[in-house]
């Protein structure tokens, strides 16, 4: 069973920084899709940032040049490097993994989420 475990998230003024971490169990190789995304109030869920087995990484248009997502497969740890931080970041922040699927990572369809955590910037 595959378990994802964010770490606390948490309040800053704008243009600060803070580092979310994921902290994956149960995961038997390295072939996983992972990916982080959000939710502020009254927003639908968007995905900020993704990685892929090869290492490959996309960023929403909102975030690029500000956040980055990296990995640490050895510790299985997935991170969610956030500077420049605005108040229209504040939301729950998930992380989320997934096998992939014909050799294509579909992170419409993730199967594995962790329970969130809050960020809250404000200005």
């Known amino acids: 069973q595959v378990r994802l475990a964010e770490s606390a998230g948490g309040s800053v003024q704008a243009g600060g920084s803070l580092r979310l971490s994921c902290t994956a169990s149960?995961?038997?190789?390295?072939?996983?899709?992972m990916a982080w995304f959000r939710q502020g109030p009254g927003k639908e869920r968007e995905m900020v940032a993704s990685?892929?087995?090869?290492?490959?990484?996309t960023y929403a248009d909102s975030v690029k040049g500000r956040f980055t997502i990296s990995e640490d497969n050895a510790k299985n740890t997935l991170y969610l490097q956030m500077n420049s931080l605005e108040p229209e970041d504040t939301a729950m922040y998930y992380c989320?993994?997934?096998?992939?699927?014909?050799?294509?990572?579909?992170?419409?369809?993730?199967?594995?989420w962790g329970q969130g955590t809050q960020v809250t910037v404000s200005s």
């Open positions: 989320a993994a997934d096998h992939q699927y014909g050799g294509r990572c579909y992170y419409r369809t993730l199967a594995y």
């Open positions: 149960g995961i038997t190789n390295k072939r996983y899709c």
């Open positions: 990685i892929d087995p090869t290492g490959t990484t």
